[in-house]
C-alpha cells in the first residue's frame, strides 16, 4: 500500500523572535492585541521593519505561505480519505503534526488565531481527537521518526523535471517523501538537501509554495487513482 507523505519546510511560520520582542514595532503590535510577543505570530505585513534585523530575514514572516499551502493539501480527496500524511517543519525547527480530516480556517485571520493557540498549547483537540500537534525538532529529526522510503525536494535549482514525472517517481515507493519550501524567497539549506535523494525542478518560475503544493498533489492524486488506489 503506497502511503505518500507531504511536508512543507522550513516554513516561514513562528512566534516573535527574541532578537527583536524590544523592537518598537513589535512592542506596539504586541500591546494592540494585547498579546505577549511569544504568543504572536511574526509576520512581514506587520513587522516588516522589524524583520529585516534577523538573520535570513527573506524567508521569515510569511504565515500566509502555509496557510494557502496547508489549504491545498487538505481540501483534496486524497487527504479525506486518509492516504496521504501532511506535515510542517519550520524554519527555527518547529514541527507541526496534522490530524486525519482537519479542517483548517480558511480566513487568514482565524487560521493566525489557531497557529498562535497551537504554540501556547502545543497541541489543538476537537472531541477528543488530535488535530494539531506541536513540538521541537529538525527536518532530520521528523524524516527519522517517519521512515520515508525516498525523499524528494522541489526546488527551482534542482534538476529538471515535472509535477508528472516528480509524482510518479515517488510513487514507485512505498512511503515516498515529497518537500516543498514553505519560504518567499531563496532555496533549502545546505543541511537539508542533504537529506533528500532527489531534488527536482518543476518550473524555470519561481513559484509559489501553494502552486507547487496544488499541482503536485494532483498528480500524485491523479496517478494513484490510476493505480487503484482507492478514494
Not at 58 to 71: M, N, Q, V, Y
Not at 73 to 100: C, Q, R
Not at 164 to 193: M, Q, S, Y
Request: overall charge positive; charged content about 30%; glycine content about 4%.
Amino acid at each position: 500500500m503506497i502511503n505518500p507523505i507531504f511536508i512543507l519546510a522550513e516554513t516561514a511560520l513562528e512566534t516573535i523572535p527574541l532578537e527583536i520582542r524590544d523592537d518598537r514595532i513589535i512592542v506596539n503590535y504586541c500591546k494592540k492585541r494585547r498579546k505577549k510577543p511569544s504568543e504572536v505570530l511574526l509576520d512581514q505585513s506587520y513587522h516588516h521593519k522589524a524583520i529585516f534585523q534577523l538573520k535570513d530575514h527573506e524567508k521569515r514572516g510569511r504565515p500566509d505561505i502555509a496557510h494557502f499551502s496547508l489549504l491545498e493539501a487538505t481540501s483534496i480527496p486524497l487527504y479525506f480519505e486518509n492516504k496521504i500524511t501532511v506535515y510542517v517543519h519550520t524554519l527555527d525547527d518547529k514541527i507541526i503534526e496534522l490530524g486525519a480530516n482537519v479542517r483548517l480556517p480558511r480566513v487568514y485571520e482565524r487560521f493566525v488565531g489557531l497557529i498562535e493557540k497551537l504554540y501556547s498549547e502545543n497541541i489543538i483537540k476537537s472531541e477528543g481527537k488530535i488535530l494539531l500537534k506541536l513540538y521541537k525538532g529538525t527536518l532530520k529529526d521528523l524524516l527519522s521518526k517517519i521512515k520515508p522510503s525516498i525523499v524528494i525536494g522541489l526546488s527551482r535549482l534542482g534538476e529538471k523535471s515535472n509535477f508528472e514525472k516528480v509524482a510518479l517517481l515517488g510513487l514507485k515507493f512505498e512511503r515516498p517523501a515529497f518537500i516543498v519550501g514553505g519560504f518567499a524567497k531563496g532555496t533549502f539549506k545546505d543541511e537539508h538537501k542533504l537529506l533528500m535523494n532527489h531534488i527536482l525542478s518543476v518550473s524555470n518560475y519561481s513559484l509559489d509554495a501553494h502552486v507547487v503544493t496544488a499541482r503536485l498533489l494532483y498528480e500524485i492524486e491523479k496517478i494513484m487513482i490510476i493505480m487503484k488506489v482507492k478514494f
